[in-house]
Nanobody
Framework: VQLQASGGGLVQAGGSLRLSCEVS????????AGWFRQAPGREREFVAA????????SYADSVKGRFTISRDNAKNTVYLQMNSLKPEDTAVYYC???????????????WGQGTQVTVSS
């Protein structure tokens, strides 16, 4: 299973970006997916997650109300729409897929390579 994240870039505070994560090499869409981020000098942290069917979402408090996770199973792609971006959102963003069923516990099997998001003040 391979995950390819894209859509990062440089944006001013208050702006928006949409990240995409294309998942390939799997035999079914029955995976849960999540987005994580890691800023320089900090540990990787959870951002958002979505169930395989797309009907259950979870968000970190720091992004709730600003970020929206979604998925298009026909395209094998998971999205992260990021609005009202702040400088503290600057980080490398990673997507991940979980086939374990323990996605809400942070148990993910496969990870993408990351995409840089930089928010200028």
């Amino acid at each position: 299973v391979q995950l390819q994240a894209s859509g990062g870039g440089l944006v001013q505070a208050g702006g928006s970006l949409r990240l995409s994560c294309e998942v390939s090499g799997h035999t079914s869409n029955s995976y849960d997916a999540g987005w994580f981020r890691q800023a320089p000098g900090r540990e990787r942290e959870f951002v958002a997650a979505i169930s395989g069917s797309g009907d259950i979402n979870s968000y970190a408090d720091s992004v709730k109300g600003r970020f929206t996770i979604s998925r298009d199973n026909a395209k094998n792609t998971v999205y992260l729409q990021m609005n009202s971006l702040k400088p503290e959102d600057t980080a490398v963003y990673y997507c991940a897929a979980s086939y374990t069923g323990r996605w809400l516990l942070g148990d993910y099997d496969f990870w993408g390579q990351g995409t840089q998001v930089t928010v200028s003040s």
